[in-house]
């Protein structure tokens, strides 16, 4: 079993950044693939990018301008978010899964709880 934990969330204006950060227990983080999704209301969850043990990140079309890294030693992956716009409100998720790479939601055997962005304009 991995737990994950989301922080960094909050208020932020249009043009603002974020730094989210996502730290896992129960077991090492450095064989799994992991994930960033969000899920804003009314709408399906979301890719947003995702990171491989050796640090080689894939992030969407969409937010090219976030930027994915990982802390194996310390059990963390975190995403920065610059140039925020009132779109990119959401809850905001860290996922892991065995695969090599997905984008896909139901491929991430374990989830964070979320933690929510939201971009005021």
């Known amino acids: 079993q991995v737990q994950l934990v989301e922080s960094g969330g909050g208020l932020v204006q249009n043009g603002g950044s974020l730094n989210l950060s996502c730290v896992a227990s129960g077991r090492t983080i450095s064989n799994y693939y992991m994930g960033w999704f969000r899920q804003a209301p009314g709408e399906e969850r979301k890719f947003v990018g995702g990171i491989r043990w050796s640090s080689e990140s894939t992030t969407d079309s969409v937010n090219h301008r976030f930027i994915i890294s990982r802390d194996n030693a310390n059990n963390k992956i975190y995403l920065q978010m610059p140039r925020l716009n009132p779109e990119d409100t959401a809850v905001y998720y860290c996922?892991?899964?065995?695969?090599?790479?997905?984008?896909?939601?139901?491929?991430?055997?374990?989830w964070g709880q979320g933690t929510q962005v939201t971009v005021s304009s």
């Open positions: 996922a892991a899964t065995l695969r090599a790479a997905s984008k896909t939601p139901r491929e991430f055997a374990y």
